[in-house]
């Protein structure tokens, strides 16, 4: 079966850390491009940041600087490394993954295999 299970998620005061981690199986990792995406309460779902098969990455500009991703192909693992976390990063957080997507685009509709979703709450 194809599954993506993300772990990591928590509460975290606000300036903290937090790092995600999603392991993919059921599909051949590394021909994918792997993305976090995040749903805020009452707020549409969005693309956070991205990591192609080369490595190449791609973030959200709310999320640059602060946020990591990367990847272990040897695992089928992604991960979101988040630091300097704020109350607006409250989300659930979920992995996807798409063989069609570049990434330069962050766009849900693009990705076909999703996670469950890991929750994040940040406090001040």
């Known amino acids: 079966d194809v599954q993506l299970v993300e772990s990591g998620g928590g509460s975290v005061q606000a300036g903290g850390s937090l790092t995600l981690s999603c392991t993919a199986s059921?599909?051949?990792?590394?021909?994918?491009?792997m993305g976090w995406f995040r749903r805020a309460p009452g707020k549409e779902r969005e693309g956070v940041a991205a990591i192609d098969s080369d490595g190449k990455t791609n973030y959200a500009d709310s999320v640059k600087g602060r946020f990591l991703i990367s990847q272990d192909k040897g695992k089928n693992t992604v991960s979101l490394q988040m630091n300097n976390l704020k109350p607006e990063d409250t989300a659930m957080y979920y992995c996807a993954a798409s063989r069609t997507v570049v990434v330069w685009d962050l766009s849900e509709s693009e990705y076909a295999l999703w996670g469950q979703g890991t929750q994040v709450t940040v406090f001040s």
């Open positions: 059921g599909f051949t990792y590394s021909s994918y491009c």
